[in-house]
């Protein structure tokens, strides 16, 4: 599979840190109501489609370095996990680089689907019985939607699959840290699925770390 990546030790590699917030008045989601198997998945979800913590910081905000074409290698042996978990894919985003693997687990007690879309594209679309995993092989890079076909409509996930493993989804607190980068100068990216796209010029020094954050504006939020 050609990526356009070139994979090899680093020397001296730097290290990007740093936090994504929003500004302004968060929009409040309500919870996603819930249509069936209501013992398990009760009556409503939450709309983790913006998930805020102390001082705006951002959950699930995808941060990646553009347009870098060669450093350390993919993991390819590690895969990529998702899971069905009371009516919810868990996590709500995830990122992942190409030739990885997907594993998608279904922990409920009864059927789940995953139909991935790559922009109005079918990528996969597998059933997957209790208990059981489906694995996928990650080969197109791009912002990929899940979502579940057996009538829960409300279960939605992304995954954020690069040519390159310089790529991390922000925690609780709204961090990333992308390590071992060859030192040179990047276009840094942040995504995230209603606060949309920002980017940073930064540059990485041999060994050493910088912090970038960024402030996405409540105002590009679009709400129901």
């Known amino acids: 599979m050609a990526t356009g990546y070139d994979e090899g030790p680093?020397?001296?590699?730097?290290?990007?840190?740093?936090?994504?917030?929003?500004?302004?008045?968060?929009?409040?989601?309500?919870?996603?109501?819930?249509?069936?198997?209501?013992?398990?998945?009760g009556t409503t979800i939450t709309d983790e489609r913006l998930v805020t913590g102390p001082n705006g910081a951002v959950r699930f905000a995808v941060v990646s370095l553009e347009g870098i074409k060669s450093g350390k290698p993919i993991a390819y042996e590690q895969p990529v996990k998702l899971d069905n978990e009371k009516c919810a894919f868990v996590?709500?985003?995830v990122s992942a680089s190409l030739g990885q693997k997907l594993e998608i687990h279904n922990s409920d007690p009864f059927l789940?689907?995953?139909?991935?879309?790559?922009?109005?594209?079918?990528?996969?679309?597998?059933?997957i019985p209790k208990g059981r995993t489906a694995t996928r092989s990650l080969v197109d890079a791009g912002l990929v939607h899940i979502n579940c076909n057996v009538r829960h409509t409300w279960m939605h996930a992304y995954i954020f699959v690069a040519d390159?493993?310089?790529?991390?989804?922000?925690?609780?607190a709204g961090q990333f840290r992308i390590t071992d980068i060859p030192p040179g100068k990047y276009t840094l990216r942040v995504w995230h699925e209603m606060l949309g796209n920002s980017d940073r010029e930064v540059t990485v020094e041999a060994g050493g770390s910088v912090a970038v954050d960024f402030e996405l504006r409540a105002t590009a939020a679009e709400t129901p």
């Not at 689907?113 to 679309?125: C, E, K, P, W």
């Open 164 to 172: 390159n493993p310089y790529h991390a989804v922000t925690d609780g």
């Open 112 to 127: 789940h689907d995953a139909h991935a879309f790559l922009g109005s594209r079918t990528l996969f679309n597998v059933a």
């Open 10 to 41: 680093v020397e001296h590699g730097g290290t990007i840190t740093g936090q994504v917030r929003v500004i302004g008045e968060i929009p409040a989601l309500p919870p996603q109501p819930v249509f069936k198997q209501f013992d398990t998945c």
């Open 91 to 93: 996590p709500h985003v």
